[in-house]
């Protein structure tokens, strides 16, 4: 799993942004929450959460821990 991603930020929308990290530009999906609370600087560090799918692989960042927490026991409900 990838526990977070820190690089520059290279492109933000109210739900993914993406994220250059030696040269590798991540797409991360993020929540409105971590939207508003995205600094407004070049370098940003986010907490992230892999979702595997048999069709594909989605990356999630978060500002905040307890953020990412709150995602991972929602994705445990049935």
Do not use: W
């Not at 991603?5 to 797409?27: A, F, M, R, S």
């Not at 508003?36 to 999630?60: G, I, R």
Request: glycine share 6%; charged share 20%.
């Amino acid at each position: 799993m990838i526990a977070h991603i820190q690089g520059k930020l290279v492109e933000k929308t109210p739900t993914e942004v993406v994220i250059d990290c030696n040269g590798v530009g991540y797409h991360i999906n993020i929540s409105l929450h971590t939207y508003s609370l995205l600094p407004n600087a070049d370098f940003v560090k986010l907490f992230t959460h892999l979702m595997v799918k048999e069709d594909s692989h989605s990356l999630y960042g978060f500002v905040e821990k307890s953020e990412r927490e709150i995602f991972k026991m929602l994705l445990s409900v049935s």
